[in-house]
């Protein structure tokens, strides 16, 4: 089951049918949608644009690592790129799993670390006219967009560095 | 280049009197071979037809003594006597002038300077990276300049630097801010050998380079092939920034080379394909 990128509206019905197994319990979603507001301006529509060469194997190696971390049966991750328009869906995350415990943990992981990790930019239009690339523009960067260390891959979660994760390449 | 633009010669300008060197900077040794050798040989490469500028004095010196010389007219005059003499020695010809005291001057440098000469000026130079202001002895001087030098001297001028400061001379920004550092003391001789031993200068390499999001607006393209001579992506940043400005700084971004995150440290190869990575915005 492979992170992957759509220009058409996510199928969440086919997706979530990629997560059946007869040792789950059930499933956890996580719908990340287009809203109309953002940092006190006035949003009217997104770009998403992704390095989706690079992106795919860090989506992938971010799957592999809920997989390696919470005992779940399977988890998937679906991004728009292109245009979207307000309420659209941006993101979707399902996972499978025994008990809800874990699913909502791994479900809550995985959409932390896309976020953070993955290669994908969203450019806001705003009512003024104005635009912006979120977190490019107004230094807006926090300490867990830091990208100060030399090292390239310096992930937010440090402590699962040390896991030997299987090779999502 | 117009079609009507004086032919370019070089000239090495190695009559400094290196008297803060305390010994001939001309004959210091980089890499098994001395300054006016390697300048001579990298001009070479750029233009038909080099000589080196020399004071009278240093006629019978062995390492110019080999070499097609010009001669300073007059004695004591620094750099722009041995300039102005080139032009007088050759009024229909444009002159590439290099000091021979840059161990860190290489080809992706002249040839940009070549590329980007405008001869409807008096000459075509570098800014420079340290204060912004003309580099005279990295420079193409065009018969033009020999009037302007002549009257600039007449009024007690001695400074190549604040003669194109004042005059009509094309500047461009360098790619690289260390290629024109100039070496005058034994302590940064030890530098620059020190420096071209660890990081010795590499031939240029054709990388290609994927722009996305807010650098993608900024570059005004979303890739490009480049032939450069940096080595590492910092360094490719730094000489990318000087041509777009872009406004991320490096702390804010990440690199990945043939799509996989890099260290900013990592060497660059040929065929390469680097990708700068701004502060992702996903979910």
Known sequence: ?169 | MSSTAAPIYGLILAGGASSRMRRDKAVLVYQGKNQLDRAFELVSRHVAKVFVSVRSSQLTEPTRAQKPLIVDSVEGGGPIVGIRSALAAYPDVAWLVVACDLPFLADPALKHLLAERNPGMLATAYASAHDGLPEPLCAIWEPAAASALAAYQSNGGQCPRKFLSSHSVLLLEPRDRHALDNINTPEEYQQALDALDSNPPTNPIQLKIQYFALMREQAGRSEETLETSAATPADLLSELNARYGFTLSREQLKVAVNSEFADWSRRLSAGDAVVFIPPVAGG
Request: with cysteine; hydrophobic share 40%.
């Open chain 1, 1 to 169: 089951m492979r992170f992957r990128f759509t220009e058409a509206a996510i199928d969440t019905v086919a997706a979530r049918r990629e997560l059946l197994d007869r040792g789950a319990g059930g499933y956890v979603s996580f719908e990340g949608w287009v809203r109309d507001h953002n940092e006190g301006q006035e949003v009217t529509r997104l770009e998403y644009e992704a390095f989706q060469a690079l992106a795919l194997k860090e989506g992938d190696r971010i799957l592999a690592e809920a997989l390696q971390l919470f005992p779940i049966k399977h988890a998937l991750c679906i991004h728009r790129v292109g245009s979207l328009d307000l309420t659209d869906m941006a993101v979707w995350v399902g996972v499978s799993a025994a008990h809800r415990g874990e699913g909502f943990d791994a479900c809550r992981f995985i959409i932390d670390e896309v976020k953070h990790r993955v290669p994908i930019w969203k450019k806001e239009h705003y009512r003024s006219g104005d635009s912006g690339w979120v977190n490019c523009e107004r230094c807006a960067v926090t300490p867990r967009h830091a990208h100060g260390r030399d090292h390239g891959h310096d992930h937010a979660h440090e402590p699962l560095e040390h896991l030997v994760l299987p090779g999502s390449e």
